[in-house]
T-cell receptor
């Protein structure tokens, strides 16, 4: 299995509180991604990174920010959580772009905003 | 923008039978990649098969094969001799050549009946 770890695996938080999810990899892959998975929507890209301090938005980036200060860590922050952000969040890594090389996914984080 | 459509939200089949999952996509590009991912109840995303659009030969991986119809923009997955372990959500995904990002369909929940 690819060395990719998400933490926490489960979290319940209150509306309006900040939340940070962490993705850690041991593969030294250049690209890292955050997706959210919701019923009827499949996986949708939130943000991705193509190197340290290099990030870009995906299709559902509103309300989320990311940071990548080290190759191995990619953080996703919900500045003020809302109920619409209740979802399962997946981190993925790939050596090059996801089209050109295989993407490996973490186990997911189930976030519930109450 | 690229879109991926999976028109079968749920399917079920008897063990040992063959099942075909449908996927259509929309793109104006000529070079791209197509994927099928499997997500069992464990939530882990697993790459099943990958097809490069410039290759006319359909990809196969053991019991899994695809029917790639480029002109029709269709990319179906055939599972032969289905097994109980094939029970999962299956996602079709697309990426442009040289693009960093995957676009996913909404998924098909497949149940293999003993």
């Amino acid at each position: 299995d690819a060395g990719i770890t998400q933490s926490p695996r489960h979290k319940v938080t209150e509306t309006g509180t900040p939340v940070t999810l962490r993705c850690h990899q041991t593969e030294n892959h250049r690209y890292m991604y955050w997706y959210r998975q919701d019923p009827g929507h499949g996986l949708r890209l939130i943000h991705y990174s193509y190197g340290v301090k290099d990030t870009d938005k995906g299709e559902v980036s509103d309300g989320y920010s990311v940071s990548r200060s080290k190759t191995e860590d990619f953080l996703l922050t919900l500045e003020s959580a809302t109920s619409s952000q209740t979802s399962v969040y997946f981190c993925a890594i790939s050596e090059a772009g996801q089209g050109d090389t295989e993407a490996f996914f973490g186990q997911g984080t189930r976030l519930t905003v109450v | 923008a690229q879109t991926v459509t999976q028109s079968q939200p749920e399917m079920s089949v008897q063990e040992a039978e063959t099942v075909t999952l449908s996927c259509t996509y929309d793109t104006s590009e000529n070079n791209y990649y197509l994927f099928w991912y499997k997500q069992p109840p464990s939530r882990q995303m697993i790459l099943v098969i990958r097809q490069e659009a410039y290759k006319q030969q359909n990809a196969t991986e053991n019991r899994f094969s695809v029917n790639f119809q480029k002109a029709a923009k269709s990319f179906s997955l055939k599972i032969s001799d289905s097994q109980l372990g094939d029970t999962a959500m299956y996602f079709c995904a697309f990426a442009n050549f040289g693009n960093e990002k995957l676009t996913f369909g909404t998924g098909t929940r497949l149940t293999i009946i003993p």
